[in-house]
């Protein structure tokens, strides 16, 4: 069973630029997570969608962040402008059903912005 | 806030020692519980899960779950020097539908 694909593994940009990430879940899974990662900090969860709806956005800066999920399969989150403090790893997960079951992680992308 | 907390650590075992990683959690309404594993670089990758107060054994891995102190522990018997990595314990929100990930204790297992 292939896992979880994200895209690209890292980035490095400029303060103001605008970046995008890439994720295309487990086959079947209907539940799509994007998290945040600060370098000795556990995951924050910015968005999470059920299908192509979405559940839980109450943790996602809006005014910069935005996701979306087409076709209820693969998602893409983008940040414009990015800041200093975006820096960190952002990880796709999926799971079958609901956050109650197992999550299984993408390798994430490491974003550095400068 | 709900929140879910654990010793950052680093812990350090010697090998062929016991580890024991400690969370706590706000939420009292909380069922089930989550152990992941992170190496350094790597994502988290789950090792174990618990629902029910009590035990739960999986090779050398044991959950204790004790939910009238909204407490869990994970342990890691006859620790090697592969299991050093980060601990993340994962608590779903029961008012909402986000996990809440606590921020990992480190785990030195030395050779």
């Known amino acids: 069973e292939a896992g979880v694909a994200q895209s690209p593994r890292y980035k490095i940009i400029e303060k103001r630029q605008s970046v995008a ?89 490491r974003l550095l912005v400068l | 806030q709900k929140e879910v907390e654990q010793n950052s650590g680093p812990l350090s075992v010697p090998e062929g020692a016991i580890a024991s990683l400690n969370c706590t959690y706000s939420d009292r309404g909380s069922q089930s519980f989550f152990w992941y594993r992170q190496y350094s670089g790597k994502s988290p990758e789950l090792i174990m899960f618990i629902y029910s ?43 909402g539908f986000k996990t809440i990930f606590g921020a990992g204790t480190r785990l030195f297992v030395k050779a």
């Not at chain 1, 299908?51 to 996701?67: E, H, I, T, Y």
């Open chain 1, 21 to 109: 990430f890439w994720c295309n879940p487990i086959s079947g899974h209907a539940t799509l997570y994007w998290y945040q990662q600060i370098l000795g900090q556990g995951p924050k969860l910015l968005i999470q969608f059920q299908n192509n709806g979405v559940v839980d956005d109450s943790q996602l800066p809006k005014d910069r962040f935005s996701a979306e999920r087409l076709k209820g399969v693969d998602s893409t989150l983008k940040i414009q402008p990015a800041k200093l403090e975006d820096s960190a790893v952002y990880l796709c997960a999926s799971s079958f059903g609901t956050e109650r079951e197992t999550q299984y992680f993408g390798p994430g992308t």
């Open chain 2, 53 to 95: 107060n009590g035990d739960k054994e999986d090779g050398r891995f044991t959950a204790q779950l004790n939910k009238a102190s909204q407490y869990v522990s994970l342990l890691i018997r006859d620790s090697q020097p592969s299991d050093s990595a980060t601990y993340l314990c994962a608590v779903p929100d029961t008012g």
